[in-house]
Nanobody
Framework: EVQVVQSGGGLVQAGGSLRLSCAAS????????IGWFRQVPGNKREGVSC????????YYADSVKSRFTVSSDNAKNMAYLQMNNLKPEDTAVYYC?????????????????WGQGTQVTVSS
């Protein structure tokens, strides 16, 4: 059984940092892409960043480039999203997900296995 379990998140002031973690079991990150998505109530879930476990390719949404860094430790089957210089508009529920294929712009329809979501709140 595939499971994706997230940790991290919380409340931080604008300009602060948080790190989200994603633990996958029942699959090997060597063969999967990990994506990070976020959703604000009333809005669609949007792709934030992705990393290919096969070759390390990454994708970042324009809104988070130069502030967020995605990484993975395939030996531990873990992925991370380091979020720096956080802004109030980054406030959302963040999700980690796994896909068996790479899509250049992190297309949400590729992702089959989802974490439980974690709240990130950035105060101004």
């Amino acid at each position: 059984e595939v499971q994706v379990v997230q940790s991290g998140g919380g409340l931080v002031q604008a300009g602060g940092s948080l790190r989200l973690s994603c633990a996958a079991s029942g699959l090997s990150l060597d063969d999967y892409t990990i994506g990070w998505f976020r959703q604000v109530p009333g809005n669609k879930r949007e792709g934030v960043s992705c990393i290919s476990g096969v070759d390390g390719r990454t994708y970042y949404a324009d809104s988070v480039k130069s502030r967020f860094t995605v990484s993975s430790d395939n030996a531990k089957n873990m992925a991370y999203l380091q979020m720096n210089n956080l802004k109030p508009e980054d406030t959302a529920v963040y999700y980690c997900a796994a896909a068996a294929v790479w899509g250049r712009t992190c297309p949400i329809e590729y992702f089959s296995f989802w974490g439980q979501g974690t709240q990130v709140t950035v105060s101004s």
